[in-house]
């Protein structure tokens, strides 16, 4: 029997330089209409003793207005402030530039300040010149840590 003779198969590729070319999206924000003021708080998830987290959300509140963000324990409950007597009052945050109107706020908690009191707590945003522009929420804190629990999650094992 006959061998056949091995075909060759020869590829050719052209080589096309591609050199990028600048253009310029200009994308514009709709004209702001009067809206009525509103406040959201982005999802917070489950969260763990000693961990530092952030509360964070958007707003078409003006750049520079303040919201308080009640996310504290209810310092009758947990905190030393119980036996001090001292009135609570939230914490505020500075509205910032966010785009097309949607402004953005943030605080940083630490979760120390709960002194492991574990459950569900509630979130409040208020605009700090107007209580009738807010937005609520809760979270979960747990015991442990959220290191400790990624690690039980199977992804380092």
């Not at 052209?14 to 959201?40: F, G, L, V």
């Not at 001090?84 to 966010?98: A, H, L, M, R």
Request: proline content about 8%.
């Amino acid at each position: 029997m006959e061998t056949p003779a091995p075909t060759q198969t020869i590829l050719q590729v052209s080589q096309t330089t591609i050199y990028p070319t600048e253009t310029s999206t200009i994308s514009q924000c709709p004209p702001k209409k009067n809206e009525t003021p509103w406040i959201r708080i982005n999802h917070i998830g489950t969260q763990y003793e000693d961990d530092r987290f952030t509360i964070s959300g958007t707003t078409n509140l003006e750049v520079g207005e303040e919201i308080a963000v009640d996310a504290v324990p209810n310092p009758s409950i947990v905190g030393p402030m119980a036996q001090t007597g001292y009135y609570y009052t939230p914490p505020t945050v500075k509205v910032i530039t966010g785009s097309c109107g949607n402004n953005i706020w943030s605080i940083e908690i630490d979760t120390a300040a709960y002194h492991k009191k574990y459950g569900k707590y509630p979130v409040l945003a208020v605009a700090s010149d107007n209580y009738d522009v807010y937005d609520s929420t809760m979270f979960i804190l747990n015991a442990g840590s959220s290191l400790r629990n990624q690690n039980l999650s199977g992804s380092h094992l």
